[in-house]
């Protein structure tokens, strides 16, 4: 008696369709990561560049002045004894004007020696003899009285008249809370960036997703209304009472 055989795939078969599904579905998964990895790539690179600046005036709270006077004489003795005269002579006067003493600072003592060069017929020099030494010394005001030393600052070529040779600088203008006044000029420049990259994705259909870099420009001080150079280090301005302060920030920010 004979049985029927019912036809069967061979086992072989069989693997080899079910390895090939298999590959397929992992085709099919890599495609799906590698598409969305792309996406997010393409999304991640789509960056705005920016610039924010601020800038306010403010008013210097710190003066300084600076004078120099000089003495000449064959004797170098001779020469200090005049000059230590000098010095006395101008302190007096600093004090007499309301200056205070620590407020009043003067150098070391410069000296030089003279010489008057000899030239022959044709103009060479042929030799030199010496004509004395010079003594120099400079005074220095530090003060948060403005008025008071600009003043002085005008006043004290009086001295001339007592016989003391004293050169007056133009007075230069400090301001003491400059540290404080950048950190506030920084934030509002930042500020200010970031408002321009929102309003920049905004037109164009995105939004700020976050900041990948954050850059900070020179900090400039400039005479206010002046037509000042900005510098590439950064001006500082020392000749202005009134004055103004200005600073800029790049920043790089992601775009959704």
């Not at 036809?7 to 090939?20: D, R, Y």
Request: with cysteine; hydrophobic share 35%.
């Amino acid at each position: 008696m004979s049985t029927a055989n019912t036809p069967q795939e061979k086992p072989s078969t069989i693997s080899q369709n079910m390895g090939w599904i298999a590959i397929a579905i992992a085709i099919c998964i890599a495609a799906y990561f590698i598409s969305n990895a792309y996406r997010y790539k393409f999304k991640s690179t789509e960056t705005i560049r920016v610039n924010g600046s601020a800038q306010t005036d403010f008013t210097s709270d710190l003066i300084v002045w600076n004078g120099s006077y000089s003495r000449n004489a064959m004797d170098i003795k001779e020469a200090y004894t005049l000059l230590k005269s000098d010095e006395d002579h101008i302190k007096k006067y600093l004090t007499n004007k309301g200056i205070s003493a620590k407020e009043i600072v003067f150098s070391a003592v410069k000296i030089d020696k003279l010489f008057n060069q000899r030239y022959d017929a044709e103009g060479r020099v042929v030799g030199s003899d010496f004509t004395g030494f010079s003594l120099s010394q400079n005074v220095k005001i530090e003060s948060t009285d403005i008025p008071k030393i600009e003043q002085l600052s005008r006043e004290v070529t009086q001295l001339i008249e007592s016989g003391i040779e004293l050169k007056s600088s133009e007075p230069l203008y400090f301001y003491t809370k400059i540290a404080d006044l950048k950190l506030d000029l920084l934030a509002k420049a930042s500020e200010d960036a970031k408002k321009r990259a929102e309003i920049i994705a905004k037109n164009t259909g995105g939004s700020i997703s976050g900041i990948n870099k954050a850059n900070m420009g020179i900090f400039q001080i400039t005479g206010k209304n002046s037509d000042e150079d900005y510098s590439y280090g950064g001006a500082f301005n020392t000749s202005s009472k009134n004055k103004t302060a200005s600073i800029t920030v790049s920043l790089e920010c992601n775009v959704k």
